[in-house]
């Protein structure tokens, strides 16, 4: 399916910030993975509050889609850290409102349109521009592999 890995990365990120933003711990993840578990992109670290950069490496494998070896948690562990570096910033309410909005209007993307740029693009769009001007940087460090279809954060530093 076009889209499928795009989709299930962003999901995974998605769903990482709000139960991170829900407990209030960027590590809510930790108690419930025994020490030394590994997906096929190596041992499992989805602490939200590490600086994480989205890699050539995580775009190149979402680009070969959904099939065997595919893994959502490396670029959803990315965007998820994306969230909540912004949400450091801005507020937890206020980068979950404006990821509520970006989820409404991604339902109206057609599934062979969407890109790893997609959501974060349609996130940025959707925050006042105070805090996309306080989202926008963090957005483009830690998405800088797709950082070109971020549009919204064009000229920004």
């Known amino acids: 399916i076009a889209g499928c890995a795009p989709i299930k990365t962003m999901d995974e990120g998605i769903a990482d910030f709000f139960a991170a933003a829900a ?15 590994r ?63 970006a989820l409404d209007a991604f339902g109206e993307v057609p599934g062979s349109a969407v890109t790893l740029a997609t959501l974060p693009e349609l996130f940025a769009r959707r925050l006042d521009p105070d805090d996309a001007d306080e989202a926008c940087p963090i957005l483009l460090d830690r998405l800088e592999a797709i950082a070109d279809g971020i549009e919204a954060c064009a000229g920004e530093p």
Do not use: K, Q
């Open 23 to 37: 407990t209030g711990d960027p590590d809510f993840i930790a108690p419930s993975i025994p020490a030394g578990t």
């Open 39 to 101: 997906t096929v992109s190596g041992p499992i670290d989805r602490a939200l509050d590490e600086h994480r950069v989205l890699s050539g490496e995580i775009v190149a494998d979402n680009d070969h889609g959904c099939g065997t070896g595919f893994d959502p948690y490396a670029g959803g562990t990315v965007w998820a850290s994306a969230l909540w570096a912004i949400s450091d910033v801005i507020g937890r309410r206020a980068t979950a409102e404006a990821l509520m909005r």
